[in-house]
């Protein structure tokens, strides 16, 4: 079983930073692969980025030029740091993992989101 526990979100104007962060426990083995996912409000969830314990990345639509993944392996811990936000992305973002999948998996069909493990979510909203 895994648990996953993000963090980091809140307030923040159009134009500002933030870094949500996730904390991976349980039982899984070191070389798994990781997502953040976000849904805004009456939208489906999509994903924002995905990578590999070796650190490879892969974004969704749009998402490289603002966002950035990145994790700890030592501390089983995940990142996304947050530029330029802007009130579209107003979400609950999500961390995901499922040991079953690549990173390079996410974003293709083979990433069921019934599958794997979810977090809570952190509200990220952006608003002057």
């Known amino acids: 079983q895994v648990q996953l526990m993000e963090s980091g979100g809140g307030l923040v104007r159009p134009g500002g930073s933030l870094r949500l962060s996730c904390t991976v426990s349980g039982s899984i083995r070191s070389n798994y692969a990781s997502a953040w996912y976000r849904q805004a409000p009456g939208k489906e969830r999509e994903l924002v980025a995905a990578i590999s314990s070796g650190g490879s990345t892969n974004y969704g639509d749009s998402m490289e030029a603002r966002f950035t993944i990145s994790r700890d392996n030592r501390k089983n811990m995940m990142y996304l740091d947050m530029n330029f936000l802007q009130p579209e992305d107003t979400a609950i973002y999500y961390c995901?993992?499922?040991?079953?999948?690549?990173?390079?998996?996410?974003?293709?069909?083979?990433?069921?989101?019934?599958?794997?493990?979810w977090g809570q979510g952190t509200q990220v909203t952006v608003s002057s």
């Open positions: 995901h993992v499922d040991p079953r999948l690549r990173y390079s998996d996410y974003g293709s069909r083979k990433a069921d989101p019934n599958r794997g493990s």
